[in-house]
């Protein structure tokens, strides 16, 4: 893969930690080191395959990471999560980088991007995390994966009554679904969606270039 210089690095990292500064998430410099690794891996890999339209460092800071960890702070006790549609590894492997001892799983139904999540776990060493290559749906009747999950995640995989069927068959009895959306997300919200689920939503914005960000928390009525 091509090798990058250090400067797109340089002004990644100082924007990661600028802008999670911004929202009041403190980095430290291991959990900084690791996503710049991840960061030029992407960059790298994405000259050969297409991970991600986002190609400048900056942007990927703040629209990849920093949308990424920004979560974090609205999980409860989760233990094991399902990243659906991962991509290039988002939110996955920052959410695993900021919670080392979550178990995680990655899925995406592109083989070649599958490839370069598990290159990046080999690269981080993370430990209880792994890269699927399936589509969502072919995974609902494996006993590894049925009904394990106490949470459920996507970024702008497809829309929540869509992604809330996909994710159901994950969900733990105790377990609940986090949908990333931007700021028209609430009108994805439908009755039968609340007929079934108890509902929680966070806002936040991206520090630089103040994108609202919806996460819709969605828990089964009991």
Do not use: C
């Not at 991962?86 to 995680?104: C, E, H, N, R």
């Amino acid at each position: 893969m091509t090798i990058l210089s250090e400067q797109p690095i340089r002004k990644f990292k100082h924007h990661l930690k600028t802008g999670s500064n911004d929202l009041g998430i403190k980095l430290s410099e291991h959990q900084v080191k690791l996503m710049a690794v991840h960061a030029k891996e992407l960059m790298a890999w994405n000259k050969k395959i297409n991970l991600t339209a986002i190609k400048d460092p900056l942007q990927i800071a703040e629209k990849h990471f920093i949308d990424s960890i920004a979560v974090v702070s609205f999980f409860g006790n989760e233990k094991y999560l399902i990243d659906m549609g991962s991509g290039g590894g988002f939110p996955g492997i920052p959410i695993k980088i900021m919670k080392p001892s979550l178990k995680v799983v990655l899925i995406d139904s592109s083989r070649k991007k599958v490839n370069f999540l598990k290159h990046v776990i080999r690269m981080l060493h993370l430990e209880n995390i792994e890269a699927f290559h399936s589509r969502v749906e072919d995974l609902h009747e494996n006993e590894a994966y049925k009904n394990k999950f106490d949470a459920v995640i996507s970024r702008a995989f497809t829309e929540l009554s869509g992604f809330v069927s996909l994710a159901s068959p994950f969900l733990s009895e105790e377990g609940s679904i986090y949908a990333m959306k931007g700021k028209h997300g609430r009108k994805e919200i439908t009755p039968a969606v609340l007929k079934k689920f108890d509902l929680q939503t966070d806002h936040y914005q991206l520090p630089f270039e103040k994108s609202d960000r919806l996460l819709i928390k969605l828990s089964a009525k009991r």
